[in-house]
């Protein structure tokens, strides 16, 4: 999960409620990771190739044929495709 500084202002006390809740229920966020960080401990762990996959590309990718307005916000979710 991106660190919550990232998110956007309307979206950041949904994001610190889940995360105490998590928290309270014994499952906590334990990590936070921006994209550069992401990649660099996917190659510190051995992986030859290492990419950030951003919510905009997978907004873009899975979201952008709806006839709606729905759209993931932005840095919620993130990935990181990673190879050896």
């Known amino acids: 999960m991106m660190p919550l500084e990232f ?15 998590a928290r309270v229920s014994g499952t906590p966020f ?9 990649i660099s401990l996917a190659r510190e762990a051995g ?4 990419r950030h996959v951003s919510s905009e590309i997978l907004a873009e990718r899975y979201f952008s044929c709806r006839t709606n307005s729905w759209r993931l916000p932005k840095n919620a979710e993130e990935l990181l495709v990673g190879t050896t």
């Open 7 to 21: 998110a956007e202002p309307e979206l950041r006390p949904a994001l610190e409620f889940a995360v105490k809740g």
């Open 30 to 38: 334990v990590s936070f990771f921006t994209p550069e960080e992401m």
């Open 47 to 50: 992986f030859k190739e290492a």
